[in-house]
């Protein structure tokens, strides 16, 4: 079974949703890919979907990964992790996706960073740790 890109010819060749944002290079690696979808932040027209779940060409999935939030159109499928130029062969961004992002980008420039006066002392550093080890 040959597992690699698939053309147009075949209409009912699919991919499982984990690989396929793998090889598109949407996540490192393919646990992240497979955490983001059991967490909801991979939509595929409009319904959050499983990790086993199989993809077709077509098919919209809107992707939110940190502060970014893509819409893209599956155009190919692939199960193997290419260079990034045939990665960006697999889908096609939406422009008013495009745009969105532009958009964000600017205004996170535009925000003032806040930096704190010193670095925190070892009263600081224990609260900050008791604060991360408390929330995950």
Request: glycine share 8%; charged share 30%.
């Given at each position: 079974m040959n597992r690699g890109a698939v053309g147009?010819?075949?209409a009912t060749a699919?991919?499982?949703?984990?690989?396929?944002?793998w090889a598109a290079r949407f996540y490192k690696t393919r646990a992240l890919?497979?955490?983001a979808l059991e967490t909801g932040h991979v939509d595929v027209g409009e319904q959050h979907c499983k990790a086993s779940r199989a993809l077709r060409a077509g098919e919209t999935l809107h992707i939110r990964?940190?502060?970014?939030?893509f819409e893209v159109v599956v155009l190919a499928l692939s199960a193997k992790r290419g260079p990034a130029a045939v990665a960006q062969t697999l889908y096609a961004e939406t422009d008013a996706s495009r745009?969105?992002?532009?958009?964000?980008?600017e205004q996170?420039?535009?925000?003032p960073t806040p930096?704190?006066?010193?670095?925190p002392g070892k009263?600081?550093?224990?609260?900050?740790?008791?604060?991360?080890?408390?929330?995950g």
């Amino acid at each position: 079974m040959n597992r690699g890109a698939v053309g147009a010819a075949d209409a009912t060749a699919a991919v499982r949703a984990d690989i396929w944002l793998w090889a598109a290079r949407f996540y490192k690696t393919r646990a992240l890919a497979k955490l983001a979808l059991e967490t909801g932040h991979v939509d595929v027209g409009e319904q959050h979907c499983k990790a086993s779940r199989a993809l077709r060409a077509g098919e919209t999935l809107h992707i939110r990964r940190g502060e970014e939030r893509f819409e893209v159109v599956v155009l190919a499928l692939s199960a193997k992790r290419g260079p990034a130029a045939v990665a960006q062969t697999l889908y096609a961004e939406t422009d008013a996706s495009r745009l969105g992002r532009a958009l964000a980008q600017e205004q996170r420039r535009l925000q003032p960073t806040p930096h704190p006066d010193s670095r925190p002392g070892k009263r600081d550093r224990r609260a900050l740790r008791a604060l991360k080890s408390d929330s995950g």
